[in-house]
């Protein structure tokens, strides 16, 4: 794509185009975490933000920076099961 002048606007189609991306990362991460988030419709993810609020990913949004995130994230919930299936034998 060609560079635009600050004064362009997009066109219709750009605009649609951009939503249906943004709709589709939405529900990629939604379905990702498990169906955590309900919506009644496709274009309601169009707008706002939406993040898991469960404390393993509050914890590394927080913590662990974003270079390690997926690496830290497994070695952490790896902890927590260990951690959890010692206290249960």
Not at 1 to 9: D, I, K, N, P
Not at 21 to 40: C, D, G, L, Q, V
Request: hydrophobic content about 30%; charged content about 40%.
């Amino acid at each position: 794509m060609e560079a635009r002048l600050y004064s362009e606007m997009r066109t219709r189609a750009e605009r649609r185009h951009f939503r249906v991306k943004t709709i589709k990362r939405k529900k990629r991460i939604i379905k990702e975490h498990n169906n955590y988030w309900s919506y009644a419709y496709d274009g309601v993810l169009n707008k706002g933000k939406i993040h898991c609020s469960c404390p393993i990913c509050k914890h590394i949004r927080r913590y662990i920076s974003s270079a390690k995130k997926r690496t830290d994230k497994l070695k952490f919930i790896e902890g927590l099961k260990e951690y959890f299936n010692k206290e249960v034998e």
